[in-house]
């Protein structure tokens, strides 16, 4: 990840934060007119992107290398989590718990004992 995006992605988090003209005009306009707007600024990277320098800020806050937003104005500003998939947490010991997509299959039923009734 270049430098520059770096630094472009912390700006406007930044002024998302602090600027509330800023804020209002991308809350109050079309899709087509908030993209016009941003790329005017200087703001144009795609999502992947975006999300990839987020997380990097996000690290380097933790770092204590990002200084210009609190940690809970960061939070306000990227929402907690970035991404479009969750993560799947895994105990220390046992399986995965959460999200389960398939139900378990049911054995055949047999006797136990004997001839099996056909």
């Not at 988090?13 to 809350?27: S, Y």
């Not at 809970?72 to 895994?90: D, H, M, P």
Request: aromatic share 12%; charged share 30%; net charge negative.
């Amino acid at each position: 990840m270049s430098v520059k995006l770096l630094d472009k992605v912390k700006e406007f988090l930044v002024r998302l934060f602090k600027d509330q003209a800023f804020r209002d005009r991308l809350t109050n306009s079309s899709v087509e007119e908030r993209n016009q707007y941003l790329e005017s600024d200087g703001y144009s990277f795609t999502k992947e992107e975006f999300e990839a320098a987020t997380l990097e800020v996000i690290e380097s806050k933790e770092r204590g290398e990002f200084n210009e937003l609190s940690e809970e104005e960061l939070t306000a500003v990227v929402g907690g989590y970035v991404g479009e998939t969750s993560k799947v947490l895994l105990p220390m010991y046992g399986v995965p718990w959460w999200p389960i997509d398939k139900k378990p299959k049911l054995p055949i039923a047999q006797p136990m004992y004997g001839l099996p009734w056909i």
